[in-house]
């Protein structure tokens, strides 16, 4: 094992979809306000979640060659979506943004996980 995903591609696409989310967030359409309104998040904080999910993406591609950075970053991915589940959940704002987005991602990146680093 040299640290690398053992299969790329789904590297790649988790990496692909965290930029066109980062991206859609530079003007965020009505289900993202939606989303980040409803758990309370502050309008003033929303260029963070840009720039952690640029970072994100840059680090899933930069481990496609860079031993233990993916498997880092994809475990970030992850630990930011349960973060925000629980943020959801907090805020009771359980609707379609919370199990087609948050849950959504969540799954996304945890099926990533499972196919390009176990062994």
Not at 14 to 28: E, H, I, K, M, T
Not at 56 to 61: C, E, M, P, Q, T
Not at 99 to 115: I, P
């Amino acid at each position: 094992m040299n640290g690398t995903p053992h299969l790329w591609w789904p590297t790649a696409l988790l990496a692909l979809v965290l930029l066109g989310d980062a991206l859609l967030s530079l003007r965020p359409p009505a289900f993202i306000q939606r989303c980040l309104d409803g758990v309370g998040f502050p309008r003033d904080w929303w260029w963070v979640l840009v720039v952690v999910k640029l970072l994100a993406a840059g680090g899933l591609l930069a481990g496609l060659a860079l031993p233990g950075v993916a498997l880092t970053a994809n475990t970030g991915v992850i630990a930011y979506f349960v973060c925000a589940a629980y943020a959801h959940y907090r805020a009771r704002f359980l609707g379609q943004e919370f199990w087609f987005n948050c849950l959504g991602m969540l799954a996304l990146s945890t099926a990533v996980l499972a196919l390009s680093h176990a062994v």
